[in-house]
Structure formats: structure tokens, C-alpha cells
């Protein structure tokens, strides 16, 4: 974190109990805030999106739920985090860790445990 802002550390807080599982939207009505006022002090305080930072929120959730086991189908863990369907899920997980969620969950499997996110997601 770049400075501290006390509104942006609720929001972090926020964010952490909810596992990552909201929008933007529900942040700025939730703070009574613009949602260009709320990006820009969120980026001037963490250097990433508000949005970026819910979706690795969520993703890494996800990485936690394949670790544990606690599911019977990976579309259980798509269910448990909300996102709109299986293949949602799906697209996401490659795009964050350049791997299906098989493979990943594979990877957790045999104790490769540190996620790194691809390169390219950091630009967002």
C-alpha cells in the first residue's frame, strides 16, 4: 500500500469477508462514494483497480477451495464464488493462472502450492 486512506482500508475489509464476491458497484453504494472518486483513491492506494483487485480477490478464494477439497465438482466452486456460470469460472482461471482448473487443481494436488498470476494479468 502507497498511503493509507481509511475509507479504502474498510473497503479492503470489506472485500476480504466477502471472499472477493461483490462489484464495484456494491462498494460505491455501500461507501456512498463515486465510482470515479473510489477508483481513483482505491489505484492511489493499493496501485491496482478496484475491480482487479475483487477478481484476485476471488480467484485466489478459488485456489483456497481447490486446495481444500471441500467441493464435489469444480462447477460447485463456480456456484460457491458466483460467477455466472461453469465456463465463466473456467475462462477466468486461465486467464489468471494460464492453466484450466484440472491442471491447477492438479498442481495444488502435488503441493505446488504458490500461484503465481500470469504476467500479462498485472497490466490490467
Known sequence: MKKE???????????KSRKGIMKVKDLVDHYNIS?????????????????????????????????????EKLSDIAYILNYSDQSHFIREVIKLSGMKP??????????????ILKPEYYSC
Do not use: C, W
Request: net charge positive.
Open 35 to 71: 465510482e470515479r472518486q473510489f477508483q481513483r483513491r482505491f489505484i492511489a492506494t493499493l496501485g491496482v483497480s478496484p475491480k482487479h483487485y475483487l477478481t484476485t480477490t476471488r480467484f485466489m478464494e478459488a485456489v483456497n477451495l481447490l486446495k481444500s477439497g471441500n467441493y
Open 102 to 115: 484440472k491442471q491447477l487443481q492438479e498442481k495444488l494436488k502435488q503441493g505446488s502450492g504458490n500461484i
Open 5 to 15: 486512506d481509511k475509507l479504502i482500508t474498510k473497503s479492503l475489509q470489506l472485500i
